[in-house]
């Protein structure tokens, strides 16, 4: 991690990378990766670095918005939940990368908790292995313990990043529900400036009412073509007919682009139109080499256009948190 005196707005404008992450433990799946592909071609960052110096002043001025809400001082922790409507649009991509963005640029706690009651990909993301879950936390009264006492159940990633990574073991500690999560997962939130929350997919069941109900905001991600658009649209529709409609102008939709054209054929202003009437905002995770990969993400590999998205998606979830 940088240095903390180092960490305001400005200096977020020169560094827009994030920090490498601590290496952790090798993840199974990691093994049937042939090589780490960085996020950009090699064209693309020779480009890249040769405009460096000429970087427009818009770019700059973004980063430096990006940089005072991301930076934004909390009174009460803030709960931001990740949700999507199907598996694969990438919730535990968008879950990583506000977690790790927050993490560098905060001075608080940040805790990334997988809240997938089912077989979810936070842990491989991040990096761990599949540990204690917010079930097994159940036998502990989080609500009066201290932060002493519930560390020693968290994955420490860094100077200010824990994860609850979840449990693969079903035949453990029981399966996580609204009850387990209201017990534990929820009073858990309070030592963490910020708590991210990846969900299981969809978004009816009693634990995602559960998490929305004690969510600042939420992220809906979906993927960047017409069918995923009208997935978010439906899903905006039942939110605001449900006793969450509060939610609604506090709802981030996160496009994700899953191929080089994938981009190219959406059209990304038109939705943000009509999500804009619905309430919602819409940003954009374009494709990156590194990220299709679909194993741990490596933030030194990161293509330059994910780095920003991840600083200005947790930009945005903070600013979304904060509204009244």
């Known amino acids: 991690m940088a240095d903390q005196d180092q960490t305001g707005p400005g200096a977020l404008a020169e560094r827009t990378r994030l920090d490498p992450l601590p290496r952790w433990p090798s993840v199974a799946p990691d093994d049937l990766v042939l090589k780490n592909v960085h996020g950009d071609s090699m064209m693309r960052r020779l480009r890249r670095a040769a405009a460096g110096p000429f970087r427009a002043a818009v770019d700059v001025q973004a980063l430096e918005v990006s940089g005072h809400w991301i930076q934004h001082p909390v009174t009460t922790g803030r709960r931001i939940a990740v949700t999507g409507i199907r598996g694969g649009a990438g919730k535990s991509t968008v879950s990583t990368l506000i977690a790790a963005a927050f993490a560098r640029f905060r001075r608080d706690r940040v805790l990334a908790l997988d809240l997938d009651p089912e ?40 100077e200010r990043l824990w994860a609850l990574p ?25 030592f963490f400036g910020v708590t991210i929350a990846d969900c299981g997919a969809g978004i009816r069941t009693d634990l ?99 780095r920003i998205s991840a600083i200005e998606l947790a930009a945005a979830a903070l600013r979304a948190a904060l509204r009244p």
């Open 119 to 158: 077989f979810g990909s936070l842990p491989l993301r991040l990096g761990v292995r599949p540990g204690r879950s917010a079930t097994d936390l159940t036998r502990v009264a989080v609500g009066t313990a201290s932060f002493e006492e519930v560390e020693t159940r968290l994955e420490r990633l860094g």
């Open 208 to 306: 995602h009412r559960a998490v929305l109900a004690d969510a600042h905001a939420q992220l809906l991600v979906t993927p960047a073509t017409p069918e995923g658009a009208a997935s978010a649209g439906a899903a905006l529709d039942w939110l605001g007919r449900s006793n969450l409609r509060g939610l609604v102008p506090r709802t981030i939709v996160v496009f994700t682009v899953h191929s080089w054209t994938g981009s190219r054929a959406f059209d990304l202003a038109g939705a943000r139109r009509i999500l804009r009437d619905a309430g919602a905002e819409a940003l954009l995770l374009g494709y990156d080499g590194h990220l299709a990969i679909g194993t741990t993400i490596d933030p030194e590999h990161l293509g330059y256009s994910a």
């Open 166 to 190: 979840g449990s693969r073991d079903f035949m453990g500690s029981g399966r996580l529900d609204a009850a387990a999560y209201r017990s534990a997962g929820l009073p858990l939130s309070r």
